[in-house]
């Protein structure tokens, strides 16, 4: 699946594997925030479209032109397209920046 696709839900994919296998899901704005945020993640959009969330870790998603969005606006986004966050629980003292944005 290519996630550059315009209705593409698992866009702000990361190419970092995760190393010991274990994801959890979440919809609850408070923890994905709190998540993107410890790793230096902030909501942005792709601007070719404005509709393709994404969390942006300071520039390092591998896409240069994201632009950064309140995160009120991205969950407004999130919440419409019907979106869960797909992320590792890696240890906290190492955390991976392993994500997808899926559908529910």
């Known amino acids: 699946m290519d996630a550059s696709a315009p209705d593409d839900p698992t866009a702000g994919d990361q190419p970092e594997a995760v190393p010991d296998g274990e994801t959890t899901t979440t919809t609850d704005h408070d923890e994905v925030r709190r998540w993107a945020e410890e790793r230096g993640g902030r909501a942005a959009v792709v601007p070719a479209?404005?509709?393709?969330?994404?969390?942006?870790?300071?520039?390092?998603?591998?896409?240069p032109d994201l632009r950064p969005i309140a995160w009120e606006e991205f969950f407004e986004r999130f919440e419409r397209k019907g979106l869960a966050l797909l992320h590792d629980r890696g240890p906290h003292d190492y955390p991976h920046r392993f994500f997808r944005l899926v559908p529910r």
């Not at 479209?49 to 896409?63: M, P, T, V």
Request: proline share 0%; charged share 40%.
């Open 49 to 63: 479209n404005g509709e393709e969330l994404r969390i942006d870790f300071a520039g390092d998603s591998g896409e």
